[in-house]
């Protein structure tokens, strides 16, 4: 059987690797529909050997379509997701809008599948945060194994996660840098060349911002309610790939050796962890992988059950794209997908 996806946002990071997972993947479709505001209709998008002509999705008639892809930002899915669902397709959104909402479900496929078993009552499925997405990836197999009780995680985010104006940005500026040409900012509160940026979204009354807010809450939604975590976000100039130092505290011991054994072993991890010069993995590595990678496993000597761990991913696919086209995966494996009228 196959189907027929429409992936909106698609001229976008997230949407145009959408469209490259699913092609990649082979993933059954019958058409691709490739939307965007207006300001992008007629352009040629790309679909494995395929061109795509974008079309606006203001105008575009979701009847028949069974899946649509979502990466148009937060306002837009505020507004086209459950007209989309309610015209016949299942919505899988990367936006944050409906991460918390009760009933959506907020999937990451190798750790908390089952919960698409149950009803999908406004017919969307939430994708998580890029972060949180590769954090739960690594830590699923080991809270399974000793229970996690706390989780103490720094991010060192790369600029795609901010957009394609983000990339350009950090190009120019360093661009910039090397020609002794003035440093221009516009998408970042400072200079992201050859510095790193403490800050990622707004500030909230606490003094954390929406970014490490969303890590923990969104943290005990997909893997536990009673894990608590507190994080740090960090922009870093790197053009793609998501890094994170985790401090991981246990209820029950559980040794590096073991932890290493249990990851070797956990779907969508890889573990590359040789305690010498190069033994790890860093983003640049990371960049157009699936996998989540797991580095620098030991033991955390400030807490009775802790361990130290390094994980980095491709957060274009992982942290988005090919965690959306997952869930569609396990929605017709589990034959949970009905075709649209």
């Not at 790193?196 to 929406?210: A, C, E, M």
């Not at 943290?219 to 536990?224: E, G, H, R």
Request: glycine content about 6%.
């Amino acid at each position: 059987m196959s189907y027929k996806v429409a992936v909106v946002g698609a001229t976008g990071n997230v949407g145009r690797e959408m469209l490259n997972v699913l092609a990649e993947r082979k993933f059954p479709v019958s058409e691709v529909v490739a939307l965007a505001s207006t300001r992008s209709v007629g352009k040629d998008i790309s679909f494995g050997d395929a061109t795509l002509k974008v079309k606006a999705l203001e105008y575009y008639d979701f009847k028949g379509t069974d899946i649509a892809l979502m990466s148009a930002g937060s306002a837009v899915s505020k507004v086209w997701a459950q007209k989309i669902a309610d015209a016949g397709a299942l919505v899988i959104d990367n936006a944050s809008h409906f991460r918390m909402d009760r009933q959506v479900p907020l999937v990451v496929p190798e750790v908390n599948a089952h919960v698409l078993e149950t009803d999908i009552k406004k017919g969307i499925i939430a994708n998580p945060n890029c972060a949180i997405a590769q954090l739960v990836v690594a830590l699923k197999p080991l809270h399974d194994a000793a229970t996690i009780k706390r989780v103490v995680v720094s991010t060192y985010q790369s600029v795609s996660g901010a957009g394609k104006d983000a990339m350009d940005e950090l190009f120019r500026q360093t661009r910039a840098v090397f020609v002794a040409d003035p440093i221009e900012t516009e998408k970042f509160t400072k200079q992201i060349a050859f510095n790193v940026i403490p800050h990622i979204q707004d500030f909230l009354d606490s003094g954390y911002t929406n970014e490490e807010f969303k890590m923990m809450v969104e943290m005990q939604k997909i893997l536990d309610p009673n894990i608590q975590l507190t994080a740090t976000c960090v922009r870093v100039p790197v053009f793609i790939g998501h890094s994170e130092a985790v401090n991981v505290e246990f209820e029950r011991p559980i040794t590096a050796s073991r932890a290493r054994e249990i990851l070797r072993e956990a779907p969508g991890v890889l573990v590359v962890d040789k305690r010498e010069d190069g033994g790890y993995i860093t983003p640049i590595e990371a960049a157009g992988e699936d996998a989540t990678y797991v580095s620098r496993i030991r033991k955390d000597p400030t807490v009775e059950n802790g361990l130290a761990l390094w994980v980095v991913s491709d957060n274009l696919r992982k942290g988005a794209a090919l965690n959306a086209v997952q869930i569609a995966e396990c929605l017709i494996n589990r034959k949970l997908l009905k075709k649209a009228a």
